[in-house]
């Protein structure tokens, strides 16, 4: 069984930074690769970030040069630093990884969600 735990979001003013959190816990050996996906309210989920297995990692037009997803293996955690946010930032941000949970077995899982509101 796998679950994962975000956290660090929250409210911050425009132009300020949060750095959000998912760690993976239960019988995973490792994190493969995962997706930062949001979704603002009205809005359809869109991706944010990627990181892939290798360590390449990729950005939506949006948020390129202000976001910035990494991972610790050891911790089996993947983070999103976000920078200079704006107020078309807020959204709910859901980490979605793929773990590795045997010998090519890999399972695709989900956040609970991490609200963050970018507003003066």
């Known amino acids: 069984q796998v679950h994962l735990v975000e956290s660090g979001g929250g409210l911050v003013q425009p132009g300020g930074s949060l750095k959000l959190s998912c760690a993976a816990f239960?019988?995973?050996?490792?994190?493969?690769?995962a997706v930062w996906y949001r979704q603002a309210p009205g809005k359809q989920r869109e991706l944010v970030a990627t990181?892939?297995?290798?360590?390449?990692?990729s950005y939506a037009d949006s948020v390129k040069g202000r976001f910035t997803i990494s991972r610790d293996n050891a911790k089996n955690t993947v983070y999103l630093q976000m920078n200079s946010l704006k107020p078309e930032d807020t959204a709910v941000y859901y980490c979605?990884?793929?773990?590795?949970?045997?010998?090519?077995?890999?399972?695709?899982?989900w956040g609970q969600g991490t609200l963050v509101t970018v507003s003066s």
């Open positions: 979605n990884p793929t773990v590795v949970v045997g010998n090519d077995r890999y399972l695709e899982v």
């Open positions: 239960g019988s995973i050996f490792s994190i493969y690769a």
């Open positions: 990181i892939a297995s290798g360590g390449g990692t």
